[in-house]
């Protein structure tokens, strides 16, 4: 799942104002910002497998750290203690956490049984959306829209600059999405990782809108 974290992201101002809308993205994509940095560092592993899936060539071998549900869970507690640290609003901080828990949760409906429960080998779950283009299209787009009427609803853009910017990234996404779904499969596992990290610029963006 991609633009559907992202919905996520965009429905945070619905439910509190006082994080950015970096915040936001950046904790609903928390679980796959710290992942490509794990990939290059050896930690967590991905072997590029097309016709795994009708959605993504990624066979997602062994990333515990990270797309385990306990991980998940641990990973919330410290994005969501970090930002009361600094910020001191624990509404805010309670939400960004499960915004980070979120993201296990809606990988769950698209990815094949790849999904750890705990940090180690055992149980792998996922409820295998993936294995219909169609129905992926459809569900992660409903949660892309939802998540940008809610911001629209919650928000209100002080300049053209704000409005402009704002409807840039969503075509960005947008293109981004579709690209992933419809180009060849990546060259090598380096090069997942790199792409992977480029999406703190997307993060950077949403600061900068808000």
Same mark, same amino acid.
């Given at each position: 799942?991609?633009?559907?974290?992202?919905?996520?992201?965009?429905?945070?101002?619905? #439910?509190?104002?006082?994080?950015?809308?970096?915040?936001?993205?950046?904790?609903?994509?928390?679980?796959?910002?710290?992942?490509?940095?794990?990939?290059?560092?050896?930690?967590?592993?991905?072997?590029?497998?097309?016709?795994?899936?009708?959605?993504?060539?990624?066979?997602?071998?062994?990333?515990? #750290?990270?797309?385990?549900?306990?991980?998940?869970?641990?990973?919330?507690?410290?994005?969501?203690?970090?930002?009361?640290?600094?910020?001191?609003?624990?509404?805010?901080?309670?939400?960004?956490?499960?915004?980070?828990?979120?993201?296990?949760?809606?990988?769950?409906?698209?990815?094949?049984?790849?999904?750890?429960?705990?940090? &180690?080998? &055992?149980?792998?779950?996922?409820?295998?959306?993936?294995?219909?283009?169609?129905?992926?299209?459809?569900?992660?787009?409903?949660?892309? $829209?939802?998540?940008?009427? #809610?911001? #629209?609803?919650?928000?209100?853009?002080?300049?053209?600059?704000?409005?402009?910017?704002?409807?840039?990234?969503?075509?960005?996404?947008?293109?981004?999405?579709?690209?992933?779904?419809?180009?060849?499969?990546?060259?090598?596992?380096?090069?997942?990782?790199?792409?992977?990290?480029?999406?703190?610029?997307? $993060?950077?963006?949403?600061?900068? $809108?808000?």
């Amino acid at each position: 799942m991609f633009i559907g974290h992202f919905g996520v992201g965009f429905a945070g101002k619905k #439910f509190s104002k006082s994080a950015s809308l970096g915040t936001y993205f950046m904790a609903a994509q928390w679980i796959d910002l710290v992942w490509p940095i794990f990939l290059l560092l050896g930690i967590e592993q991905v072997e590029i497998e097309p016709g795994i899936s009708a959605v993504t060539p990624l066979n997602f071998v062994y990333y515990p #750290f990270t797309h385990s549900l306990l991980a998940a869970v641990i990973w919330g507690i410290l994005f969501g203690a970090v930002y009361y640290f600094i910020k001191k609003n624990l509404k805010t901080s309670v939400l960004l956490g499960l915004f980070v828990l979120s993201h296990w949760f809606l990988d769950l409906l698209v990815h094949i049984p790849d999904l750890p429960i705990l940090i &180690g080998n &055992g149980t792998k779950v996922g409820f295998g959306l993936w294995n219909s283009l169609t129905a992926t299209l459809i569900v992660e787009g409903l949660i892309f $829209i939802a998540g940008i009427y #809610f911001y #629209f609803r919650a928000t209100k853009t002080k300049n053209k600059t704000g409005t402009y910017s704002l409807i840039g990234l969503i075509i960005f996404l947008v293109l981004i999405y579709t690209s992933n779904l419809f180009s060849q499969p990546p060259d090598s596992v380096q090069a997942i990782a790199i792409v992977g990290n480029a999406q703190w610029l997307i $993060i950077l963006w949403g600061y900068w $809108i808000d």
